[in-house]
T-cell receptor, first 112, second 113 residues
């Protein structure tokens, strides 16, 4: 158990819909990262927040957005969903400057 | 961040040492070598990292060559539960900014009875 929690575990929705994925980092960790893992793309970095502020962006689509709240939990919002958005979405957190990241169990999103 | 090259797959007998190589010939002086693994669709798990010196923890040992152009992750007594994809990642560690991980294809390690 990494100490990072993600909800829900599974999500099935239809094209065009909007969903919100939630992540609670390890106690004391200020950074939250979101990654997407699809069959054809592998694990890809989406976005990072540190203490409530966006710090880095990867290959995140404009239809996706995220935020980190004052209690440090984070939400990833996915809208206008397409079949290709079906993937595992992982959240990770870190604290130290050297920065090993601890990953949650992931949310499996299926868009039908 | 420097690019890494890993074998696509490896087999190891249960109870034997698993030695997973990684080539990072373009590594810069301030880049660390990190290893993570992912057991079938679970979240990636941090294993170990190092800069220049060899490192050991309860999970594994990391051997980095003197010129830092390659490294080897050693699982001293592999078990069936070590079957996973192992990722070698090279990156600069900044002060909590831009510490994203860039995952390549990794090495699929199969531990066999």
């Amino acid at each position: 158990d990494s100490g990072v929690t993600q909800t829900p575990k599974h999500l099935i929705t239809a094209t065009g819909q909007r969903v919100t994925l939630r992540c609670s980092p390890r106690s004391g960790d200020l950074s939250v990262y979101w990654y997407q893992q699809s069959l054809d793309q592998g694990l890809q970095f989406l976005i990072q927040y540190y203490n409530g502020e966006e710090r880095a962006k990867g290959n995140i689509l404009e239809r996706f957005s995220a935020q980190q709240f004052p209690d440090l939990h984070s939400e990833l919002n996915l809208s206008s969903l397409e079949l290709g958005d079906s993937a595992l979405y992982f959240c990770a957190s870190s604290m130290s400057r050297v920065g090993e990241q601890y990953f949650g169990p992931g949310t499996r999103l299926t868009v039908t | 961040d420097a690019k890494t090259t890993q074998p696509t797959s490896m087999d190891c007998a249960e109870g034997r040492a698993a030695n997973l190589p990684c080539n990072h010939s373009t590594i810069s002086g301030n880049e660390y070598v990190y290893w993570y693994r992912q057991i079938h669709s679970q979240g990636p798990q941090y294993i170990i990292h190092g800069l220049k010196n060899n490192e050991t923890n309860e999970m594994a040992s990391l051997i980095i060559t003197e010129d830092r152009k390659s490294s080897t992750l050693i699982l001293p007594h592999a078990t069936l539960r070590d079957t996973a994809v192992y990722y070698c990642i090279v990156r600069v560690s900044k002060n909590n900014a831009g510490n994203m991980l860039t995952f390549g294809g990794g090495t699929r390690l199969m531990v066999k009875p």
